[in-house]
Every structure is written in C-alpha cells, then in structure tokens.
C-alpha cells in the first residue's frame, strides 16, 4: 500500500549488469530478443533493479538475507493447529462461510483461502511498508516510477505442477480490476495495465500521478491460474477448492462449521528467504462459532487449540479450569509495535437522522467508558480517542505549524474546532449516568433543531428519535446496554437487534443499518486505505469499508496529498491534519483499545525467540512440538 518509491542504494542494478547477459545471445527466440532490446532500452532510460520495495528509505535487508529476523529458519514440519477465525477481509464472515471465492462481494467467504495463493511480494513484519520477492525475484523501476518490470521465479509453480508466468499474473490483476470485491477494484484504481513480455518477465505500468501505494498493492495480490478459470466462473460463489500456488491447499470442510488446510509437501517457495521458518503446520483448520461462550467451551474441550482472546472478563476470570491450573494451557501476552486500530460504533451518515454532527456528538456522550471499563472490561482497556491511535500520526492538542498550512486553505469549509484542541471525548465520573455529559448532550440535541413530546424526543419535522445498534453476535450486548439507557434518558429510542451472519453482510453491503460495530487499522503507512475507509467515492460503493458514508471533500483533498507524500514526516503531518477533521466530525463513537495479544492455546506449540517488530507472528511462525504434545493429554483422545 504505497508507492512513490525510494530504492535500495544497496539493491540497485547499474546499466553494465545488464549488457553482461550479450554472452548468452546465440539462439534466442523473438520474446527474449525483444527483452532484451526492452532491458537496454530500459538501462538507456533510466530506472533501477532491486529485490525489494519500500515506501520510504532504504529496505531493511539486503538481497542476499536468508530468513526474516523474526523466524526459527530450521522450524520443523508436522503437526497441527486449530484456531477460531479472529480476523476477517473482503466478503468473509465470522461466524459462517459459503464459499471458497473471498475475492468478490458475493457470499461469505471462509477463512484461511489467503493461504492458497502466492502473491508476487510480501512483507517483512520487521518493517512497516517493505515488500520483498516471492513469485517475483526483482523489480526494475522506471526513474519516473509508473513503470514497473518484475522478474518471475522460472520455478514457480501451480499445484496442479503447470508453470505460474508472468501471462497469469497480467490476467490475475486485470480480473480483480474488472470482476473483484469493490474494495479490491477501488484499491487498484491506480493500477493501469499489466502485460506479460515473456513468460517470466512482467511489465505493470501505473496511472500517471498514482498514490504513493498503488504499486504495494499490485505486488500484494493473489495470482490465479489463468488456465483454471477458462473452464470456471470467477465471479460466482463456489466450494469447489480453486487452483492454487501458495503454501497450502484446501483439504476438508464442512460448510459453515469448519475448513482445513494442507501444507503442500512439494510447494515451490518453501525455501524462499520471505518462507523460510514459516508455514510449519501440516494442517491448518478454522473451526466457526456463532456464540462466543460457545466457542470459549469448545476451546476448553480442545475442539480446537489455540484463541486469541477478546473479552476482559474471560481472560481475567474465565481461565480457572483445570488445564490451565494443570499447565496443559498457557496463557501469553505478546507486545508489538503495530497501531492499535480503530474500533467504535459507527453512524451511518447517508441517513438523514445522522446528518447533523450536534446530534452524532450528542450520542457519543451518553456513553460512559469509565463505568464500562471498571464494571464489564475489568479495566484493562484505555479509551480510544483517535483513528490512528497509539501511532505517530494521531493528533495531540493544538495543531502545529505544518499542519495549519494544511488546514488554513479549507478554514471556511471546516468547524473552528479543527483549529482548537483536537477533539477528545470527556472524561465521565464513572457513575454510569454522568448527569453534566448527558445534560451537554441534550443541549446539543435542542441545538440540532430536535424537540421533545413528554419523554420522547423528536427530530427536526417531527418524527420520534429512535436508533438500531445492528450486530450478529451479542458480545458487546453487555457494553451497549448501559449506553442504550442513557440514550433512553435523552428520549432516544434505542435498541440492540442481533441478525443472522448472512443477513447482517447483506444490510452491511446495502447500507441498510443506523449504527455498527467496526474494528480497522490504518497501518503505520496509510495510504490508499484511507480512501477506502474516508473516500467520498466509497461512500456509495456497495460493500465499502466506508461504513459511515463520510464525503467530506476537504479530508478528499488531505488523503489526495497523503497519497503523494514523498516522505514519512510529510506523510505524519497530513494523517494528523486528517485525525483532526475526522474527529471533528464525530463519524463514530470510540470504543477502547489495548497494546497487546491475548494468546491462549494448548501446550503442543513452540514458537521463535521474539515476535515480529508489527506482528504477533502467530500462527504463521509458530510449529508443533513433538515433546510437549507427548505429555499433554487432550480431553475426549
């Protein structure tokens, strides 16, 4: 997700490398002549070779580095793991899933099929916005950085044993620019065309004036077999196992309930560099569950191995049965550097109940955090205040110099709150019913131009105020409850509705809620993301990650710069700039946060030395313990 690129001094090819390959002239065909005429024409040019790419500055590693610094490069095979799905992308759904195809807006995806596909790069965890090869060895990038040429591995393979070239990596990306989820679509908008010049040489050329991350984001996407989908439609929901190249494959599924995953004993990459100590686990299974209490059961009866926890109470109180006194289970808590991310209750602006941001401020007001915090999350959460929390890009008290040059242009078409003091929410008295917020929010509310009839309240023309909080599980029924009855207290009907999973995708996809939950991170390079989740345009695509409807055309032509910034200072200021007009808008009503992961799993696992510098690195690091499994008894084998 970047772009506007700084190379490698350390990685970078000069013009003499290249005539180097005239030795090897004699019987080439017409595809290599014309590569070869490309490669100098290229050198003649301008431009670069590197492994690697980076957003800003040097990449972290060398072309020749063997491992990531955060893997046991001699973990050994074998074994597996099971895991509830924690985290979701594109059409895919917590608690349910009806389809292999996670790259359309179709369907509920299941959980894992990421796993399937090589991309053309990947990240380095270490590093907050470089990519290194993987189906592509090196890159050349042209001096105005909109054309790119990437060198494919002659070895890469499908796991049917058919070549993966550079003539299914064009169709791949053309495919999801044409027929992917919106947000894939929207994501590549920058992306212009791509065409295979030889069978291992692609050439990706980008639009002029494209974000800072359109070329991270073509490198990050999966390749398809272009043979496959000559006999299969791409953009319907299926469950036949598609062809793939990556790591693993689907093994067997049951619909709704549980996916598994086999590694692929012969898969082609295994020994890349970006592999090495990675993708350990024989099988891999994702077992779904629509009730969170009833997933924490089935954990305790080794239905499946390994949680990540999400709920205080559970972790504080919950972990008292006998395998963890036993030691059969064990409780960690891992720290990495990564944002901690966004999450709240966010409005839905297109209705026009929401339009005013007296009223959505109003709202956010009668939520107590302290009382919520101390009473349901045994306080171990602090207060999310910002979209960029717990980074370098969130907003702190006045704005500085650089960012009122950003700002001062849009003076008139901002509140003079943007000016002041970013905005915070009040701290409450931690009596559940704080009387002096709830009376500032009934002020803002009379403000708004709302009314009351008794104890009802009425919004500007008349009709009664009520509010649905739309969710499919109920685990933050606990926390909404209390923010329900404040709400009452303002004569703000409101109430929490549970649907079934199919039916909450297709309300979310259609716009058809008040107020939902959403957890996201902005990453420590926004980018491109920003525009999916603050853009105007997708605020009418259905599917967006814009779930608020924001259309605001100042924060259009901040994340516009951001996307062009050339350096990380540059880049910080405009994402405070942003922070400062998104909370002046009060889109949402913040949650809480904490730095750190829960982890609980059965004793069968071990793990590297450290974690990631910006990941938990589980399980994708991790592996099965022979030792420790031998002396762990499960319950019911």
């Known amino acids: 997700m970047r772009s506007r690129l700084v190379l490698s001094r350390r990685s970078a090819l000069g013009f003499g ?49 063997t491992a990531f610094g955060y893997v046991n490069a001699n973990a050994p095979k074998g074994g597996e793991i099971s895991l509830q799905v924690s985290g979701i992308s594109g059409n895919q759904n917590f608690t349910t899933f009806d389809t292999l195809n996670i790259f359309i807006l179709k369907g509920d995806g299941a959980a894992g099929m990421g796993l399937v596909f090589d991309s053309l790069m990947t990240a380095n965890a270490d590093e907050p916005d470089s990519v290194y090869g993987l189906v592509a060895k090196k890159v050349w990038i042209s001096s105005d950085k909109n054309h790119y040429r990437f060198f494919l591995r002659k070895e890469a393979r499908f796991h049917d044993g058919t070549p993966l070239t550079a003539h299914d990596v064009a169709f791949s990306l053309q495919l999801l620019k044409t027929k992917g989820h919106p947000a894939i679509r929207q ?9 295979a010049e030889a069978d291992d040489v692609l050439s990706v050329r980008l639009k002029p004036g494209h974000s800072r991350s359109a070329v991270l984001i073509v490198v990050g996407q999966p390749i398809f077999s272009a043979a496959y989908y000559t006999t299969h439609n791409f953009d319907e ?30 898969y082609w990459g295994a020994d890349l560099p970006v592999n090495r100590g990675q993708n350990n686990f024989d099988k891999m299974r994702y077992e779904y569950f629509s009730d969170r209490k009833v997933a924490f059961e089935a954990f305790k009866a080794a239905v499946y191995t390994f949680r990540e926890e999400f709920t205080a109470a559970i ?90 040059a950003l700002l001062d242009p849009y003076r008139k078409q901002l509140p003079p709150s943007v000016f002041g003091d970013v905005y915070v929410p009040p701290v409450s008295d931690g009596s559940g019913q704080d009387r002096t917020l709830l009376r500032e929010a009934n002020q803002l509310l009379m403000q708004a131009g709302c009314e009351r009839r ?68 902005l990453g420590l390079t926004p980018g491109e993301n920003m525009r999916a989740y603050f853009g105007s345009e997708t605020a ?42 998104l909370r002046a808008g009060h889109y949402w009503v913040p949650m809480w946060n904490r730095s750190s992961h829960l982890l609980a799993y059965w004793d069968l696992f071990d793990r590297p030395s450290r974690n990631a510098k910006y990941d938990d690195g589980a399980p994708g690091t991790w592996w099965y313990d022979k030792d420790k499994a031998a002396h762990v008894s499960l319950p019911g084998r």
């Not at 994501?187 to 065409?195: G, N, P």
């Not at 967006?544 to 996307?563: E, H, M, T």
């Open 315 to 404: 972790w504080k109180r919950g972990y008292d049965f006998p395998a963890v006194q036993d030691g059969r289970i064990k409780k960690l808590t891992l720290h990495d550097s990564a944002p901690s991310g966004t999450q709240g209750w966010f409005f839905n602006t297109r209705r026009d109940k929401f339009k005013d941001p007296r009223v959505r401020e109003a709202i956010g007001l009668a939520f107590d955090f302290v009382w919520t915090n101390k009473n349901i999350m045994y306080g171990v959460y602090v207060r999310t205040v910002s979209y960029f929390q717990n980074s370098p890009m969130e907003a702190k008290g006045k704005p500085s110099a650089q960012e009122l």
């Open 187 to 195: 994501s590549l908008r920058d992306f212009d065309s791509a065409e």
């Open 17 to 65: 490398s290249i005539l180097l390959s005239r030795l090897g002239f004699a019987g080439l065909g017409l595809g290599a002549w014309r590569g070869v005429a490309q490669a100098a024409a290229d050198a003649a040019n301008g431009g670069a070779e590197t492994h690697g790419l980076s957003t800003f500055g040097d990449l972290a590693l060398p072309p020749d580095f």
């Open 454 to 521: 008794g104890t009802s309240l009425l919004l500007p023309g008349g009709k009664p105020f009520d509010i649905e909080f739309l969710d499919f599980e109920g685990a933050l029924q606990p926390h909404t409850a209390p923010f329900i009855r404040n709400l009452g207290l303002l004569g703000i009907s409101a109430r929490y509705r549970l649907v079934d999973p199919a039916q909450y995708k297709r309300r979310m996809d259609d716009f058809d809620y008040d107020i939902v939950t959403e957890n996201f991170s």
């Open 237 to 266: 929901t299926t469950l036949d196992p598609p062809l793939g190249s990556g790591p693993y494959k689907v093994g067997p599924f049951n619909q709704g309930r549980d996916i598994s995953f086999l590694r692929v004993a012969d």
């Open 540 to 581: 009418k695509i259905p599917g967006s990650r814009n779930v608020s409807g924001i259309a605001n055309p100042v924060i259009d032509a901040l994340i516009a710069k951001a996307l062009v910034a050339d350096t990380r200072e540059k880049l910080t200021t405009i994402c405070r700039a942003i922070d400062r007009v």
